[in-house]
């Protein structure tokens, strides 16, 4: 991975091929923003960078500007590039599977997530990861096991003489015993160690761990997370939409069971899905800024976002994290859409009036 192949982040890029550039690779860094934006794909560039054995300069760095890159081409680039460096080692939420049927670790996952992150080109989600590995309703957790794995690649030598990189994805899903035998290794780094925590967000992970980190913070890039699911979601959502505009229960029942029927990730994704689309739609109507998200539906792009009240956007965003807070907890699916939908839809036709 390369910091040339990443949308949107070369800001980021720059500050962090100067820093190596002038001798400063801290031990521990917490790369914090949304997968989908490059947060995993910026760790790993960042590994590759390191043990470049050529890297490439480009000059001053300018607005829109590459400073600097890894070559791509040397011995270890290769091995960074196929995932197979040997001093390169992954931890991330993990679960049992058709395969794994007890004792789930990343471990045993390794050459599943080494094939999710190619086939994603290392801006998938944790919702597609529990896709590509088809367990269903199963939550995926960074346990004991894990950090134990951890420190004992730690404590050897690296393989080829230069760093040992651990990347931590979604380090926030790390249980209680996980984080604390973790936060033993920030505690007392081994030398040529590099640790790099993965968050979406940082108020999960331990403030004692986040004190030990130097913190890359990565800027969310606009509509790019949601690009890919507008074919899947934009339907429902407009569909849905149009429902609690007419309040049709019978319909707007039917529509709830469907939703009930999916998984619980699924269900997540699509109320972030629609909590984006809504808040794109507020943008259009309140500040006048244009539609990231293309709904396929020229009537409903021009008219819905009139809908929107300006004085409903606390009650409909607080809405949004209630309902994705309790399907996360394994609230009642039915009965969370269906309260979310009366919430939405008596904004909505307080918007009409």
Not at 72 to 101: M, Q, Y
């Amino acid at each position: 991975m390369q910091f040339k192949d990443i949308e949107g982040q070369i800001d980021v890029s720059n500050r962090l091929t100067q820093a190596v550039d002038a001798g400063r690779v801290p031990h521990a860094q917490m790369f914090v923003g949304k997968s989908s934006a490059g947060s995993l794909a910026l760790a790993i560039a960042y590994a590759q960078y390191v043990g470049c054995q050529n890297r490439q300069h480009y000059g001053e760095s300018g607005e829109g500007k590459l400073r600097a890159d890894s070559c791509g081409c040397c011995p270890s680039c290769k091995k960074f590039r196929d995932l197979v460096h040997p001093d390169l080692h992954f931890f991330f939420p993990n679960t049992t599977t058709t395969r794994v049927t007890k004792n789930p670790s990343s471990a045993e996952l390794q050459g599943e997530f080494h094939e999710f992150l190619k086939s994603h080109e290392c801006k998938g989600t944790i919702e597609e990861w529990y896709d590509f590995l088809s367990v269903d309703n199963k939550q995926g957790l960074i346990r004991e096991r894990d950090a134990d794995d951890m420190l004992r690649i730690l404590s050897m030598k690296s393989y080829e003489g230069g760093n040992k990189t651990v990347v931590v994805w979604m380090a926030e899903k790390m249980n209680g015993d996980a984080a604390n035998t973790i936060l033993k290794s920030l505690e007392e780094p081994s030398e040529g160690t590099v640790i790099l925590l993965v968050v979406e967000n940082s108020e999960k992970i331990l403030s004692t761990i986040i004190s030990r980190c130097q913190i890359v913070r990565v800027k969310e890039v606009a509509n790019m997370e949601w690009r890919g699911k507008v074919e899947e979601y934009g339907h429902m959502y407009v569909g849905w939409m149009r429902q609690l505009f007419k309040l049709n229960m019978l319909s707007l029942s039917a529509w709830v069971d469907t939703m009930h029927a999916r998984g619980r990730e699924k269900q997540k994704e699509f109320l972030l899905f629609a909590m984006a689309a809504t808040r794109d739609c507020m943008l259009n109507n309140m500040a006048g800024l244009p539609l990231h998200i293309d709904f396929g539906d020229e009537k409903f792009n021009s008219s819905f976002p009139k809908m929107i009240n300006e004085n409903d956007v606390e009650l409909i965003n607080k809405a949004f994290d209630e309902a994705i807070y309790a399907i996360e907890r394994n609230g009642f699916a039915k009965l969370v859409f269906m309260e979310l939908s009366f919430k939405i839809s008596k904004a909505l036709r307080k918007g009409r009036k």
